[in-house]
């Protein structure tokens, strides 16, 4: 029996997955088991799978039907036989003492969870992150007074006080168990959100660590993100906002925790499907078939809205602009420079930030080359 066992959901990776099991592998601390969770992937992820099992025997092989993210996490976890467990997604990668810095930090203050950062890799570039809410340990009264009234809204938009990803943590098993196994299978945006928050609360002590040598890896064929119909979109987040309040129901009149998922959902809303009640429009995509839109932002949020504008051919999509465009054209996104904005022909320009600096920087710029005011719409 390892100590900790790694959990691996694994779906149509097979570009990314040597890499990511070889770094986990690769491991300064040893003692671990590796888990890998074979979703019924079509492509050659389930063989690479097998071959590594081949050759380490610390690798368990899961193969089974496609049943999404939270399914996938959920059959790991039951094979587990770990007294920690961390997750590792498929497409991403560790640095060799990612495992042993999150195992020292829970040996020295005994904590029930280890929260770190992460680095998100785009391309060659590499950016590193931490948690907003201060590194070190916290027992429960601290926990109290300072995470849990901001862990899941800490400022603006998805601003968590504590990074929402399952990923970049180590948990005592006995204290996850139950929250992820709780987990409506059916989600599928916020799947990470509905076990770190709960288990947040369940947690008596928590170290947040400085360590990011986590990696998540965007790649250009998974960046533009999949968005089905409009209204399917609506369903997906009700469930969330469905599962997230009854899964903390007992708390949600504490720490403010009502109004930290509402602003959070408040945000999916406008990325997923365009609507907020202060926004210019009723609805971001009430646009006439024949209007001409650019789209401003080459980000997370910027790619959700331009999957949403493309595959539902609302309007036509005659620009997208990005300070970085360089970067996001290398990952085969048609990003365009900035300096071609005055140049391109539209009836709307969309700013798809959810943070006031970065849309105010956007606006100076709109103004600079002369873009009328009213053709400018904000996510906020």
Request: some cysteine; charged content about 25%; hydrophobic content about 35%.
């Amino acid at each position: 029996m390892a100590t900790v066992s790694i959990i691996v959901p694994i779906y149509n990776v097979e570009a990314e997955l040597r890499k990511c099991v070889s770094s986990i592998l690769a491991q300064t601390y040893k003692d671990i088991e590796v888990i890998l969770v074979d979703d019924g992937s079509p492509d050659n992820s389930g063989a690479i799978c097998d071959e590594f099992a081949s050759k380490d025997n610390r690798i368990v092989v899961i193969h089974k039907e496609n049943g999404g993210l939270v399914n996938a996490r959920k059959s790991g976890l039951e094979r587990s036989t770990g007294r920690f467990i961390s997750y590792v997604d498929g497409d991403d990668w560790i640095e060799e003492d990612f495992i042993q810095n999150l195992v020292d930090c829970q040996q020295k203050y005994n904590v029930d969870i280890v929260a770190a950062g992460f680095a998100k890799d785009i391309g060659e570039d590499s950016e590193r992150f931490t948690n907003v809410i201060s590194s070190g340990f916290y027992d429960k009264t601290r926990m109290i007074a300072e995470v849990y009234p901001r862990m899941i809204c800490a400022g603006p938009y998805f601003y968590f006080g504590v990074c929402s990803y399952v990923w970049n943590k180590l948990f005592k098993k006995e204290l996850l168990y139950d929250c992820q196994m709780a987990v409506d299978s059916r989600i599928s945006i916020g799947e990470d959100t509905c076990v770190v928050f709960p288990v947040l609360l369940k947690a008596n002590t928590l170290y947040i660590s400085e360590n990011n040598s986590y990696h998540y890896y965007q790649k250009a064929y998974s960046m533009l993100k999949s968005i089905g119909s409009l209204e399917k979109e609506k369903e997906k987040v009700t469930w969330l906002n469905n599962y997230l309040n009854k899964a903390m129901k007992d708390h949600l009149d504490k720490y403010h925790l009502g109004k930290q998922i509402e602003r959070y959902i408040d945000g999916l809303k406008i990325i997923r499907y365009g609507e907020k009640e202060t926004s210019p429009r009723n609805h971001l995509f009430d646009v006439a078939p024949t209007d001409r839109v650019a789209i401003f932002s080459g980000g997370i949020v910027g790619q959700n809205i331009y999957s949403i504008f493309a595959s539902k051919k609302i309007g036509t999509i005659t620009g997208w602009f990005d300070r970085d465009a360089e970067i996001y054209r290398a990952q085969g996104l048609k990003v365009q420079n900035i300096e071609d904005i005055p140049k391109t022909e539209f009836d709307l320009i969309v700013i798809a930030n959810l943070d006031e600096t970065s849309i105010n920087k956007n606006l100076a710029v709109l103004n600079k080359y002369g873009i009328d005011p009213k053709k400018v719409v904000s996510l906020l």
